[in-house]
T-cell receptor, first 112, second 113 residues
């Protein structure tokens, strides 16, 4: 069954603005990861947050995790046209070391 | 160039053809994966090989047959496919164990006529 669900499905913003994407999941997790995919290409890992962490930063990316609400958010600050892509969350459930479960993704368009 | 290489990048085949997708990783990982990505659907995990043994097979039709001859190579053999099998097939690799990130190839775009 599907684990992660991103929200919104699509997001369109102007360059320089911040973009926030949310991910909800259903079962317990060991960690949650965010990936980026440019159109027709492979996915690229962005950031991993473990279940005992609440917030993590990497450059212009900020990820939060709320295990009580089973949700995570990805914030991209000062967006650029090059950030245009689809963003996916993936959960790694307890006891499933290789069972990464991806949500349907958020399509982000950053307009120049 | 990523550490995971997929060939071919594009493939068109008829429903009666037999073809194979190939994946090679140069990262020293010991787990490899096949995912299917269809339009407007989440990534679907098809197969996982960990330490060269198949550990996941998510109810994939038998017309898809995986092969993992060693920890660096993964194949997906295709035969008598259906038009609804047209999709982007993504290979990935990781270190065995909870928490490792996935490294993806660029994918093989398959069209079944």
């Amino acid at each position: 069954s599907q684990q992660g669900e991103e929200d919104p499905q699509a997001l369109s913003i102007q360059e320089g603005e911040n973009a926030t994407m949310n991910c909800s999941y259903k079962t317990s997790i060991n960690n949650l990861q965010w990936y980026r995919q440019n159109s027709g290409r492979g996915l690229v890992h962005l950031i991993l947050i473990r279940s005992n962490e609440r917030e993590k930063h990497s450059g212009r990316l900020r990820v939060t995790l709320d295990t009580s609400k089973k949700s995570s958010s990805l914030l991209i600050t000062a967006s650029r046209a090059a950030d245009t892509a689809s963003y996916f969350c993936a959960t790694v459930p307890d006891n499933y070391g290789q069972n990464f479960v991806f949500g349907p993704g958020t399509r982000l368009s950053v307009l120049p | 160039e990523t550490g995971v290489t997929q060939t071919p990048r594009h493939l068109v085949m008829g429903m009666t053809n037999k073809k194979s997708l190939k994946c090679e990783q140069h990262l020293g990982h010991n787990a490899m994966y096949w995912y299917k990505q269809s339009a407007k659907k989440p990534l679907e995990l098809m197969f996982v090989y960990s330490l060269e043994e198949r550990v996941e097979n998510n109810s994939v039709p038998s017309r898809f047959s995986p092969e993992c001859p060693n920890s660096s190579h993964l194949f997906l053999h295709l035969h008598t496919l259906q038009p609804e099998d047209s999709a982007l097939y993504l290979c990935a690799s990781s270190h065995v164990g909870v928490g490792g990130e996935l490294f993806f190839g660029e994918g093989s775009r398959l069209t079944v006529l």
